[in-house]
């Protein structure tokens, strides 16, 4: 008789019209049977039961859970600017502008307003970039692997690649150069030891079956000591000599010099261009701080081949993804990029202004300002480090009080240093100081 007293299914449809509107008939009609199945199963156990009220409120607590999407905004308070994890390089409001442009409307993504016919989206982004870099010509595919995987297919299958052991990377998420040239069809050929790999190396390897010469960025690590590697120059002398194609992966795609605001000095793409790589390889969501995108720019003969190769449809990038990387690649050829690419703000941001915003915090928190260390991220200038201050809170559980960071409305992700939870504002835009704050003055002490 108890089990009785709950209200049906149907019953309970006829109180949820704001449900229905919400999430739609079928959704609503499961969660509330959901719903009262587990109430059957409390009272079977001696619970008691639940009003329609709550059974409609439990039903609408599983549809929460359900439909919210897995890929939500977080603040990174990390102080990691290209953060792998946390989606890389956030984009320029002028990006995300033109991005929903191209999303809303029907588009020129493979149309030819002059001739009144179809036209090609190779075409598009392929003058900024040649433009920005110096290079013939110009490619967009998905992402950076992809470029490789298509650039040694389009010229290297079943030929020799000559590439340094100390070249042979794993990056983030097993990426591996080998599996890549294994995959492409290309044989690697080895040169050199892991530390110390000469000019002589590539060009005593060189075989009526070579293709090509690879340069791989190192990525995310260093080899330090004694170590030997040849110059960019060295090896696009060796390439023409030789009349082969010299690949150059470089990774990042920095296009600004990265020694002006502190750091290292990353390899710049139009340093490959001009030293003679015929093509050139790197990702769009890194230093360049656009969308994830693969940029291969040489040569026009190499890049022809590339664009007529089947693999190239498989790896192309989308109407999105073109329209993002224009406003980003903008941004450059109006000399405004550490102004409007948020990648570089970050980089760029004074330390009077960091330590600003960091008191304004450790006051309102209760919390204490110390000196610490930015990183750029993402596989760009391993070792490599910004000063930086962050606010520091001491908290019973640095764990848990991360966990609660992480569980709010929009969550927050920070770090612990030296047993404190610790915030880098270099990370952190203005517009996310409120949420911010909501967020850790609610997860308490």
């Given at each position: 008789m108890t089990l009785r007293q709950l209200p049906s299914v149907e019953a309970l449809l006829r109180q949820s019209d704001d449900l229905i509107a919400a999430y739609g008939r079928p959704l609503v009609v499961d969660a509330l049977r959901e719903a009262v199945e587990a109430a059957r199963a409390t009272i079977r156990n001696g619970g008691p039961i639940p009003t329609p009220a709550q059974l409609t409120d439990a039903a609408r607590v599983r549809l929460g859970h359900r439909l919210a999407p897995t890929l939500a905004p977080v603040i990174n308070a990390t102080g990691v600017i290209i953060h792998t994890n946390l989606g890389r390089a956030p984009l320029s409001p002028e990006a995300v502008a033109a991005l929903a442009e191209a999303a809303q409307h029907y588009s020129t993504l493979e149309?030819?307003?002059?001739?009144?016919?179809?036209?090609?989206?190779?075409?598009?982004?392929?003058?900024?970039?040649?433009?920005?870099?110096?290079?013939?010509?110009?490619?967009?595919?998905?992402?950076?692997?992809?470029?490789?995987?298509?650039?040694?297919?389009?010229?290297?299958?079943?030929?020799?690649?000559?590439?340094?052991?100390?070249?042979?990377?794993?990056?983030?998420?097993?990426?591996?150069?080998?599996?890549?040239?294994?995959?492409?069809?290309?044989?690697?050929?080895?040169v050199g030891t892991t530390n110390s790999t000469h000019p002589r190396d590539y060009a005593e390897a060189v075989t009526p079956k070579t293709a090509a010469l690879l340069r791989a960025h190192h990525s995310n690590f260093r080899i330090v000591g004694f170590t030997t590697e040849p110059t960019l120059d060295e090896l696009a002398a060796i390439a023409r000599e030789h009349d082969l194609p010299l690949v150059d992966d470089v990774g990042s795609g920095a296009l600004l010099d990265t020694a002006a605001f502190g750091l290292a000095h990353e390899p710049a793409v139009q340093e490959s261009v001009q030293a003679g790589a015929g093509l050139v390889i790197f990702s769009g969501d890194k230093l360049l701080g656009g969308p994830q995108a693969g940029i291969v720019v040489g040569e026009r003969s190499l890049i022809d081949k590339l664009k007529k190769h089947p693999l190239a449809r498989a790896v192309r990038a989308d109407k999105l993804c073109?329209?993002?990387?224009?406003?980003?690649?903008?941004?450059?050829?109006?000399?405004?990029?550490?102004?409007?690419?948020?990648?570089?703000?970050?980089?760029?941001?004074?330390?009077?202004?960091?330590?600003?915003?960091?008191?304004?915090?450790?006051?309102a928190w209760g919390g204490e300002v110390v000196d610490?260390?930015?990183?750029?991220?993402?596989?760009?200038?391993?070792?490599?480090?910004?000063?930086?201050?962050?606010?520091?809170?001491?908290?019973?559980?640095?764990?848990?009080?991360?966990?609660?960071?992480?569980?709010?409305?929009?969550?927050?992700?920070?770090?612990?240093?030296?047993?404190?939870?610790?915030?880098?504002?270099?990370?952190?835009?203005?517009?996310?100081e409120a949420e911010l704050s909501k967020a850790v003055i609610a997860a308490g002490r």
């Open positions: 149309y030819d307003l002059a001739r009144g016919m179809r036209g090609s989206r190779a075409a598009h982004a392929e003058g900024l970039l040649t433009q920005l870099t110096g290079a013939e010509a110009a490619l967009v595919v998905n992402n950076a692997a992809a470029g490789v995987l298509l650039a040694l297919t389009a010229i290297a299958k079943s030929k020799e690649v000559i590439v340094s052991r100390g070249q042979l990377v794993e990056i983030g998420g097993g990426f591996r150069v080998p599996d890549v040239m294994k995959q492409s069809g290309a044989k690697l050929v080895e073109l329209a993002a990387l224009t406003a980003t690649l903008l941004h450059y050829l109006k000399d405004e990029a550490p102004r409007k690419i948020p990648v570089w703000r970050m980089i760029a941001m004074p330390l009077p202004e960091i330590e600003a915003r960091a008191n304004r915090w450790a006051q610490g260390q930015s990183t750029v991220g993402g596989g760009s200038l391993p070792g490599e480090t910004l000063p930086t201050k962050l606010v520091a809170l001491s908290v019973r559980s640095p764990n848990k009080f991360l966990a609660k960071l992480r569980a709010a409305p929009t969550p927050v992700i920070a770090r612990v240093e030296g047993d404190r939870v610790v915030f880098d504002p270099r990370t952190v835009s203005e517009t996310e």
